[in-house]
């Protein structure tokens, strides 16, 4: 098994992978107030490059400050930001991984302060959102270049766009909350333009083998399956980007509804591979048979989430202990203090349902 997964994974731009196997993006609520690393953020990226990820990435880091969605959440929209940055990239590197920020906003579902309206492509009364002029969508566009430029500064190998789970990225995609008449708003390839139009700004302002990875989801926030796969196949053909991140949060589901209903999302996502655009996946990877048949459909790479908080060697143990399994959640705040996590990362984990005794 260690063949396929310790085959390194070589992109056209940028360092290769050691292994198939990344850490996902985790939010954890433990950065400073002003959204500087802490050194629990330090600590945290070290247990996980030490463990053997061949990427690391950074938890959600918001691009503006009103696109703030989390308590301490990591932020990328002020030099302030970067010598903690710095400092999370230099901790990866040592470790031999390859690092990414994920650049987020979080649009309409922004923290709502009671006072001015969150910001999103349209006004939605129930979110207390107003629409963006164009001129800001245009502000928004660069505050993601922006910040692509500053991880690079900071010494980052690349970022990952956040385009899933209803973040600003998400509402642009949506027929629903994407209501706007203007180039930015109406068919699918104004929808999707927001994102084209970061991903050219980051190629032209950062050095050519800048690493860029694209995330998303295929469920809720009124998008269908058959939509954000033809966005996929748009980035595909364009070759712009390095890798597509695809998120069906269990990597045994099936597509539900629509033209490609009853099929595995992973033999869908498998008609994208074959160019110089990687893709992966990540959903419930709790043992070793599962972590392989993600590579039987094809598939570039795997990214490890639930199961790398619960337990930090979980890479080395899944893959020499073949009938290694997670541990079953909830599992004790103890448990996760033993596996190097914060008291304000286990408590922000006790929101999530069934995670902590
Ligand atoms: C505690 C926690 C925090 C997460 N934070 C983020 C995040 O900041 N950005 C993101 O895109 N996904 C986030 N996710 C989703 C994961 O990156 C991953 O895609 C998902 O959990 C499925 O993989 P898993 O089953 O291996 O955990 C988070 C998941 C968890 C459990």
């Known amino acids: 098994m260690n063949d396929i997964l310790f085959t390194p994974l070589r992109f056209d731009r940028g360092p290769a992978l050691k292994n198939r196997i990344l850490l996902a993006p985790l939010t954890n609520e433990q950065s400073n107030e002003d959204g500087t690393a802490s050194q629990d953020d330090f600590d945290w990226i070290e247990t996980c490059a030490r463990a053997g990820y061949s990427m690391v990435m950074t938890c959600a880091a918001h691009v503006l400050e009103n696109g703030k969605a989390f308590n301490n959440q990591l932020g990328i929209f002020d030099d302030k930001h970067e010598p903690g940055l710095r400092k999370i990239a230099d901790i990866i590197r040592k470790h031999g991984g390859v690092s990414s920020v994920q650049l987020h906003h979080a649009g309409m579902r922004a923290q709502f302060n009671g006072e001015t309206p969150n910001i999103g492509p349209s006004a939605i009364a129930e979110y207390n959102t107003r629409a963006l002029a164009l001129c800001e969508v245009e502000e928004l566009r660069d505050a993601f270049i922006e910040a692509a430029a500053r991880a690079e500064r900071a010494g980052f190998d690349g970022v990952e766009l956040h385009g899933a789970f209803g973040w600003i990225l998400t509402q642009f995609l949506s027929p629903t909350l994407n209501r706007r008449t203007d180039r930015y708003g109406g068919p699918l390839e104004n929808r999707v333009r927001l994102i084209f139009e970061i991903i050219d700004g980051i190629r032209k302002r950062c050095r050519p083998d800048f690493q860029i990875g694209v995330r998303f989801s295929f469920e809720r926030y009124g998008q269908t399956f058959e939509d954000v796969y033809?966005?996929?196949?748009?980035?595909?053909?364009?070759?712009?980007?390095?890798?597509?991140?695809?998120?069906?949060?269990?990597?045994?589901?099936?597509?539900?509804?629509?033209?490609?209903?009853?099929?595995?999302?992973?033999?869908?996502?498998?008609?994208?591979?074959?160019?110089?655009?990687?893709?992966?996946?990540?959903?419930?990877?709790?043992?070793?048979?599962?972590?392989?048949?993600?590579?039987?459909?094809?598939?570039?790479?795997?990214?490890?989430?639930?199961?790398?908080?619960?337990?930090?060697?979980?890479?080395?143990?899944?893959?020499?202990?073949?009938?290694?399994?997670?541990?079953?959640?909830?599992?004790?705040?103890?448990?996760?203090?033993?596996?190097?996590?914060?008291?304000?990362?286990?408590?922000?984990?006790?929101?999530?349902?069934?995670?902590?005794?």
């Open 230 to 357: 033809r966005v996929c196949e748009m980035l595909v053909e364009e070759q712009k980007i390095d890798f597509l991140d695809l998120v069906p949060w269990d990597v045994k589901k099936a597509v539900d509804v629509g033209p490609f209903a009853g099929r595995k999302m992973l033999e869908v996502f498998s008609q994208l591979c074959g160019t110089s655009v990687k893709v992966g996946t990540s959903g419930k990877v709790m043992d070793a048979q599962t972590l392989l048949s993600v590579f039987d459909y094809g598939l570039d790479f795997i990214m490890i989430g639930r199961s790398a908080i619960l337990n930090k060697d979980f890479l080395s143990q899944v893959l020499s202990t073949p009938d290694y399994l997670s541990p079953k959640t909830p599992v004790t705040k103890h448990h996760l203090r033993q596996q190097g996590l914060s008291d304000a990362f286990i408590k922000y984990l006790a929101n999530w349902n069934g995670f902590v005794e």
